[in-house]
């Protein structure tokens, strides 16, 4: 990696608030980690929900230049009728899509799972964390792309 100061943005929805702060600490614990604290600015935007984060991740990338990449947090909890495989679907599509308009790597940890008790494994900062897997994914687009 280069020696500079990378700008790493997280957008989180909160939505389920708990869950999210969770997200935020373990994935800029590991951006930390990964890129070390004296080449990291982290900034952090919350919003409420998770069908938005494709519009502010649109919106930074629309206004900001020196973004490195970004980082999706939140969490779906499958309810009684189909918007939980919708929300889902969008939200990974229009991520995919802005990461390719704008050279960009985004990565997500938008946990999706049946059942609200399932949300710990997801977010506990052990093996199956989708914030550090989505921190680990994108210093590794990051580093790639530096080799290109």
Do not use: W
């Not at 929805?13 to 935020?24: A, E, G, R």
């Not at 494994?121 to 687009?141: F, M, P």
């Amino acid at each position: 990696m280069k020696k500079k100061k990378y700008n790493i943005y997280i957008v989180s929805s909160n939505y389920y608030k708990n869950v999210s702060l969770k997200q935020i600490e373990f994935a800029t614990r590991k951006l930390n980690d990964l890129f070390g604290k004296n080449f990291l600015n982290i900034i952090i935007h919350n919003i409420d929900g998770s069908l938005e984060l494709p519009f502010f991740v649109d919106y930074i990338l629309s206004k900001k230049k020196n973004v490195d990449g970004i980082i999706t947090l939140g969490c779906l909890v499958r309810g009684k009728t189909n918007h939980f495989e919708n929300i889902a679907k969008i939200i990974s599509e229009k991520l995919l899509e802005l990461s390719i308009k704008y050279k960009k790597p985004i990565t997500s940890a938008v946990v999706a799972v049946n059942r609200a008790t399932d949300i710990r494994e997801r977010t506990n900062g052990g093996k199956k964390d989708r914030a550090i897997e989505a921190s680990n994914a994108l210093y590794q687009l990051i580093s790639s792309m530096e080799k290109v």
